[in-house]
Antibody, heavy 118, light 111 residues
């Protein structure tokens, strides 16, 4: 069964940095693009970033462009999200999600909560 | 404001059918067949219900079906059950700089 397990969330002050990880297992990690999707408390889903299956392309939502960096380590089957210059509006549960190779998010992790507050 | 427009809430009685709409533009829903639907229960991660407009992943009940006409996609749930009470989100690939967009979500209440 496909498993995605996020970690690294917590409380951080505005302007500081945080790195999220997503450990993937039970599927061929280097055959799938991977996404980060977030959900602010009580709000809807917001796509954040994607990294191509081979790491060759990375795209970001306008709201995080220039501040967040998505990456993947195939040797560790792990997806990362480096978040810099954090703002209060970045407070959300962050989910990693596998791309089903047709633009759909076919498996999701349980999410990790990031709270940006002074 | 979300890129795709969904009704904030819908309701239905057990056994009935309901339809949730998802309206986009000619840059997303109207152009690509990469429309998907997700179910989210409180405190849980979203679950994929429909992809490529009308395809169901294995294990998803055939009570869930999807369609599209022009810039509007729809999710229909037939034979409503109590466990269908949840939030539902549509998503589409888009040619805009956002790449992927979601609807604002629809809360389904089973009366």
């Amino acid at each position: 069964q496909v498993q995605l397990v996020e970690s690294g969330g917590g409380v951080v002050q505005p302007g500081r940095s945080l790195r999220l990880s997503c450990a993937a297992s039970e599927f061929s990690f280097n055959s799938h693009s991977m996404h980060w999707v977030r959900q602010a408390p009580g709000k809807g889903l917001e796509w954040v970033a994607v990294v191509w299956y081979d790491g060759s392309k990375k795209y970001y939502a306008d709201s995080v462009k220039g501040r967040f960096t998505i990456s993947r380590d195939t040797s560790r089957n792990t997806l990362y999200l480096q978040m810099n210059s954090l703002r209060a509006e970045d407070t959300a549960v962050y989910y990693c999600a596998r791309d089903g190779n047709s633009g759909q998010f076919d498996y999701w992790g349980q999410g990790t909560l990031v709270t940006v507050s002074s | 404001q979300s890129a795709l427009t969904q009704p904030a809430s819908v309701s239905g009685s057990p056994g009935q059918s309901i339809t949730i709409s998802c309206t986009g533009t000619s840059s997303d829903v109207g152009y690509y067949n990469y429309v998907s639907w997700y179910q989210q229960h409180p405190g849980k991660a979203p679950k994929l219900l429909i992809y490529d407009v009308s395809n169901r992943p294995s294990g998803v009940s055939n009570r869930f079906s999807g369609s599209k006409s022009g810039n509007t996609a729809s999710l229909t749930i037939s034979g409503l059950q109590a466990e269908d009470e949840a939030d539902y989100y549509c998503s589409s690939y888009t040619s805009s700089s956002t790449f992927w967009v979601f609807g604002g979500g629809t809360k389904l209440t089973v009366l």
